[in-house]
């Protein structure tokens, strides 16, 4: 059976305008018949650090929001749970929803917002690279869970969008940790698939209406793309989002290695399309993030590609002007290759796995991506 997305346009967060959509991906997908009154309904925003809803980082609250009415329209319990990068503390997860927007609208919509940030270690009984991890536990423990994925770019992975934004599952500083192990692109991917495979989301929706290119997922340029997407399954609902900003099929690793476990579909070709269709929301294709792919070295001779790698491969660096010393990059580096002196952040390179966490982290956006001028192009 064909896995079906619903797709459809918002030009704005006007709340009225998203209701509408999101109540007509409710009932495309038939989600008002499998939430039941009383259920406790787990939404999964994209809340990656603090951040104003204009500057296109995490997903909207309006969005959230919209999504939320419906849960209540069909008599479930909201609750909105995040883990952002740095560490998670009720202090910082409180300052989180509070900065980007989320206190307000949860408390006028009688939702309610974790904040207790207790996590488990669970066993990953179908993971291909991770085995066990720490999962937040109202990702453990609900009767319906929602992923509310941000599209954006990726500086590791290229695209993030709904498998990517599950990894805010696991909390706070083991995030890094799993960088860490995982440095090569591809290991990553195989885990991000790993948790996405493990959470299973019964729904997950997607908040392209400020979408991020370039930089991402917190360091590119907000685009005005007018797009919104669902799906009960998170692979499909990637797979024709990331089509609709540039990426073909086979573009997106973690979206390919999902399709030959079996869990998502290759390519938009193999899905249904609810309602509007994709050459009616195609609107160009999306600027990358400089971190982009390095996929051409695993075709040169294999003798060739360490120091191919290593060359092609970009590198943060710390921008001359800008650098404030609060320490957030140095807090979320998995490699502990940041230290601050004089109220300046300075990276050991001799440590770095260029997994680009303090670029991410940065709230002054100052870590920049460096590459050769000959793999710019
Ligand atoms: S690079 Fe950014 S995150 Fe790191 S200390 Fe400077 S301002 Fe803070
Ligand atoms: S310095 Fe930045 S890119 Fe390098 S390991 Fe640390 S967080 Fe990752």
Redesign the pocket.
Known sequence: MREKVWLGACPSYEPDALLRQVDAAFQALGIYNEIKPGMQVVLKPNLIMGARPEAAICTHPAFTCAVGRCVQRAGGKVLIAESPGGPYTPGRMKAVFKSSGYTDMAEAWGFQLYTQCKSREVPLRQGQRLREAAIVEPFLEHDYLIDLAKLKTHGMVGYSGAVKNLFGAVPGLQKPEIHCRFPDREDFSHALVDICDFLQPDLALMDGVWAMEGDGPTGGDRREAGLLGASKSPYALDVCMAGLIGFPAGAVRMLELAAQRGLGPPSPEHIEILGMPMDRLRSGDFKKAKAASTDFVDRLPRLLRPAAKRLATPWPR?SKT?????????ESCPQKA?A?EGK??RIDYSRCIRCFC?HE???????EVKRLGLFTL
Do not use: D, E, S
């Open positions: 710390i800008g650098c404030v010393g609060c320490g957030r990059c140095a940041i601050i300046r952040a303090c982290m940065c709230p002054r956006h100052v870590v």
